[in-house]
T-cell receptor, first 113, second 114 residues
Framework: ELKVEQNPLFLSMQEGKNYTIYCNYS?????LYWYRQDPGKSLESLFV?????AVKQEGRLMASLDTKARLSTLHITAAVHDLSATYFC?????????????FGQGTTLQVKP | DGGITQSPKYLFRKEGQNVTLSCEQN?????MYWYRQDPGQGLRLIYY???????QKGDIAEGYSVSREKKESFPLTVTSAQKNPTAFYLC?????????????FGAGSRLTVL
C-alpha cells in the first residue's frame, strides 16, 4: 500500500525566514505533485516533478524530487504572509496504469509578520 | 472557460438520507476523482474513473457510490450506510494519458449531517 507522509504537519514561522517541508513516499513513483490550499478553498497546482533530480521554482517556493530516496522537498525562501496556506504533496501511480493519486496529510504553514 | 463545476456548494442532510453530489467537467478529461477531506486532514480517495462506464474504489469507498455514464459527469452518492459523512468533498479530473497529468479540482461541496 502506498503511503505518503509529510512533515512537519504544522509550521509557524516568521516572515523572512527559510524552511523546508518534506514529503516521503513508500513506493516507486516518478511523478510527484505539490498543491496549495487556502482555508475553505479548493486545491491549486504548484509544481509537477516528473523525474529524479527535477527541480522547479516559482517565486519563493522551490520543489525538488529524489526518486531514489523517495523524497520530495518544498523549500520556502524568505517567507511572506501570503504564503500562509496548507501544502500537499501527492504521488502518482499512473505508471502502474491505475490512475490512482495519493495525497499526504498536508502541512499547514502560518507565516507571522 | 474550462473547468470543473461541483454542486451544491453546501448541503445539509438528515441522518438516514442519501444525497448526491454533482461533478461536471468541460475539460475533455478522461479521468475523474472524488476525494474526501476532513478538518485538518489530507485528502482521501473515495472513487476514481479512468474511462466512461468504468470506475474503481479508492481507499474509503464504503458507504459511497458513483456512476460514469458520460465523460463529463461523475456524480457521487453518499448513502445512509456512510457512518460519518460530514466532510468537504472534492471532485477532480485530469487527461488520463501520459505526461504531467496535473489534477484540476472543483471548488468542493461541504456536506453536513444534522
Amino acid at each position: 500500500e502506498l503511503k505518503v507522509e509529510q512533515n512537519p504537519l504544522f509550521l509557524s514561522m516568521q516572515e523572512g525566514k527559510n524552511y523546508t517541508i518534506y514529503c516521503n513516499y513508500s513506493t516507486t513513483s516518478d511523478r510527484l505533485y505539490w498543491y496549495r490550499q487556502d482555508p475553505g478553498k479548493s486545491l491549486e497546482s504548484l509544481f509537477v516533478l516528473l523525474s529524479n533530480g527535477a527541480v522547479k521554482q516559482e517565486g519563493r517556493l522551490m520543489a525538488s524530487l529524489d526518486t531514489k530516496a523517495r523524497l520530495s522537498t518544498l523549500h520556502i525562501t524568505a517567507a511572506v504572509h501570503d504564503l500562509s496556506a496548507t501544502y500537499f504533496c501527492a504521488v502518482d501511480l499512473l505508471w502502474r496504469n491505475t490512475g490512482k493519486l495519493i495525497f499526504g496529510q498536508g502541512t499547514t504553514l502560518q507565516v507571522k509578520p | 472557460d474550462g473547468g470543473i463545476t461541483q454542486s451544491p456548494k453546501y448541503l445539509f442532510r438528515k441522518e438516514g438520507q442519501n444525497v448526491t453530489l454533482s461533478c461536471e467537467q468541460n475539460l475533455n478529461h478522461d479521468a475523474m476523482y472524488w476525494y474526501r477531506q476532513d478538518p485538518g486532514q489530507g485528502l482521501r480517495l473515495i472513487y476514481y474513473s479512468q474511462i466512461v462506464n468504468d470506475f474503481q474504489k479508492g481507499d474509503i469507498a464504503e458507504g459511497y457510490s458513483v456512476s460514469r455514464e458520460k465523460k463529463e459527469s461523475f456524480p457521487l452518492t453518499v448513502t445512509s450506510a456512510q457512518k460519518n459523512p460530514t466532510a468537504f468533498y472534492l471532485c477532480a479530473s485530469r487527461p488520463g494519458d501520459s505526461g504531467a497529468n496535473v489534477l484540476t479540482f472543483g471548488a468542493g461541496s461541504r456536506l453536513t449531517v444534522l
